[in-house]
């Protein structure tokens, strides 16, 4: 009989996508309340417009969402389609990641990152905002994994944290302001957990993405050239690409030469 460490079978697959629907849930409270100042532990969680402290059969992933149709069971208040979609993303991810990589440190390595990206990217759609919080905190776990567990290495994360930060850094000063510190934080964050050169990769990936992105969002007039469009996001999408893809990428490149 194969051990189901080595040869995951449909029931490890099952596992990690209800495992990213429940992370996929905190999540939703973290999106929700660290913009506002709130603590993400107390009170528990309630509706935000009548305070009704809901129950367990009121917090199942994705299923209560639909069973209650998208409103408060209490106040009748809509409860945003984002709780779902957020439970429903961080599901599919944790399941790509496992499918990319096993159970191994570097799969542990990359959901924690792939969480904190995924509550800093929807933050920043919603506010704009990076919080330092998040950033900080995610840049020191990333160089502590890095550090001590097998793969990017210190000395690595060092340089990938500054050099994604500093090229960052240098387009805000070219540009009189034209990148937020907060995304300056992001890159840096992204360079302590991928190292370099994957770091770099992922920076310049998101200026691809983002600049095809906002082509598209001027043509079909959804932004205009004076609305803000918040960086973070593909900053978070390139991260993913790097992840999944990146040492290859990096490889055919250095074949060139």
């Known amino acids: 009989m194969p051990n189901w460490l080595d040869y995951p079978n449909y029931l490890n697959y099952i596992f990690i996508f209800l495992l990213g629907l429940i992370i996929g849930s905190f999540?939703?409270?973290?999106?929700?309340?660290?913009?506002r100042g709130e603590s993400i532990v107390f009170p528990p969680s309630h509706c935000p417009y009548c305070q009704t402290r809901?129950?367990?059969?009121?917090?199942?992933?994705?299923?209560?969402?639909?069973?209650?149709?998208?409103?408060?069971?209490?106040?009748?208040?809509?409860?945003?389609?984002?709780y779902p979609a957020v439970e429903l993303l961080t599901g599919l991810i944790f399941l790509l990641l496992f499918a990319r990589q096993g159970l191994t440190w570097s799969l542990l390595e990359q959901l924690v990152l792939a969480s904190f990206?995924?509550?800093?990217?929807?933050?920043?759609?919603?506010?704009?905002?990076?919080?330092?919080?998040?950033?900080?905190?995610?840049?020191?776990?990333?160089?502590?994994f890095s550090a001590l567990t097998?793969?990017?290495?210190?000395?690595?994360?060092?340089?990938?944290?500054?050099?994604?930060?500093?090229?960052?850094?240098?387009?805000?000063?070219?540009s009189r302001g034209g990148m937020g510190g907060g995304d300056i934080k992001l890159a840096a964050m992204i360079g302590a957990w991928l190292g370099w050169p994957q770091a770099i990769l992922a920076v310049f990936l998101a200026f691809v993405v983002?600049?095809?992105?906002?082509?598209?969002?001027?043509?079909?007039?959804?932004?205009?050239?004076?609305?803000?469009?918040?960086?973070?996001?593909?900053?978070?999408?390139?991260?993913?690409?790097?992840?999944?893809?990146?040492?290859?990428?990096?490889?055919?490149?250095?074949?060139?030469?």
């Open 27 to 35: 999540l939703n409270v973290c999106i929700y309340r660290l913009p």
């Open 54 to 82: 809901l129950k367990p059969w009121e917090l199942v992933p994705v299923i209560s969402w639909l069973w209650l149709r998208g409103r408060c069971h209490y106040c009748g208040e809509p409860v945003s389609w984002r």
């Open 117 to 144: 990206l995924l509550v800093l990217t929807m933050i920043d759609l919603e506010h704009c905002l990076l919080p330092d919080k998040l950033t900080i905190s995610g840049l020191m776990v990333g160089f502590a």
């Open 150 to 174: 097998p793969g990017v290495g210190w000395r690595s994360a060092l340089v990938g944290l500054l050099v994604a930060g500093g090229s960052l850094l240098l387009v805000a000063v070219v």
């Open 210 to 257: 983002g600049g095809l992105a906002g082509i598209l969002l001027l043509v079909t007039k959804i932004k205009s050239r004076k609305d803000l469009i918040p960086f973070g996001p593909f900053l978070a999408v390139g991260t993913f690409i790097a992840m999944l893809w990146g040492q290859g990428v990096v490889r055919w490149y250095l074949s060139l030469f």
